[in-house]
């Protein structure tokens, strides 16, 4: 059994997962929570955020998250493809800077025009 606390609505459920009976979930008070509940315990994504270094903007640093969830046990390579890009200005909220990173599927995408 793994207890969560539910992040998906502002209610914070605490949740219970019992992997070995099919994922059931028990403390949710909504559909959104027994699902949340299930994906947390079978396969733990996150949305990354960052920043990258850009020329020739007002500031030294620009904004990026990815597009999608990334897997939990690949977060610290997916950054790693950041380490080495340098933008150059101008730039517009949602461009893509990283494609494809680590071969995800998911995109690094600035989240500021500069």
């Given at each position: ?14 949740l ?87 071969g ?11």
């Amino acid at each position: 059994m793994t207890e969560l606390i539910c992040t998906v609505c502002p209610r914070g459920c605490h949740l219970k997962v019992y992997p070995e009976e099919n994922y059931r979930v028990e403390g949710h008070q909504c559909a959104r929570g027994e699902k949340y509940g299930q994906e947390e315990v079978k396969n733990p994504c996150r949305i990354i955020t960052s920043t990258v270094c850009i020329e020739g903007a007002e500031h030294p640093r620009c904004p990026v998250k990815t597009n999608a969830p990334v897997p939990k046990q690949m977060i610290f390579n997916v950054v790693k493809t950041l380490n080495n890009v340098c933008l150059r200005s101008p730039v517009k909220a949602g461009d893509i800077v990283v494609e494809n990173a680590c071969g995800t599927g998911v995109d690094f995408i600035t989240t500021r025009s500069m």
